[in-house]
């Protein structure tokens, strides 16, 4: 399994472990889905993808407007559901949405082990191929 084929597996497995998780995606720097888990379409992917971005920014702005320190996570709290963004430290990020029972310690928690290891796997040169491969998804 090459490194992009294991960043898709760790999301889809993501989604399927993690109690209450709908859809996940990792996003890239500048703001193109590199990963997504399964049953989310390329329009859906590219639509989460500019949302967490955005969301990001706006975190990130924030903080450091007000001298808050370094963004954790970014978290909104639907009427039927969640959703979470998180850092990875290649400066691409993962957002997940989920239920309205999710548990949001757990959900912290396990984004933060994905994105230690999808940091480790996100070189130039998987992102790249990540980019590529969502291009010729349809």
């Not at 639509?47 to 450091?64: C, E, F, H, T």
Request: charged share 20%; hydrophobic share 45%.
């Amino acid at each position: 399994m090459n490194a992009a084929d294991n960043l898709n597996w760790l999301v889809g497995r993501f989604v399927q472990q993690v109690a209450a998780v709908r859809q996940a995606v990792v996003v890239s720097s500048d703001g193109l889905p590199l990963a997504v888990s399964d049953g989310v379409d390329r329009e859906a992917s590219e639509r989460l993808s500019a949302v967490a971005s955005g969301m990001i920014g706006l975190a990130y702005g924030s903080a450091g407007r007000f001298g808050a320190g370094a963004v954790q996570n970014v978290i909104i709290e639907m009427e039927n559901g969640w959703m979470f963004v998180t850092g990875i430290r290649d400066g691409s990020l993962m957002c997940v949405v989920t239920t309205k029972h999710a548990d949001i310690g757990t959900i912290g928690y396990e984004m933060a082990v994905f994105a230690e290891r999808a940091g480790e796997v996100l070189t130039p040169e998987v992102r790249e191929e990540l980019k590529c491969l969502m291009l010729s998804r349809g």
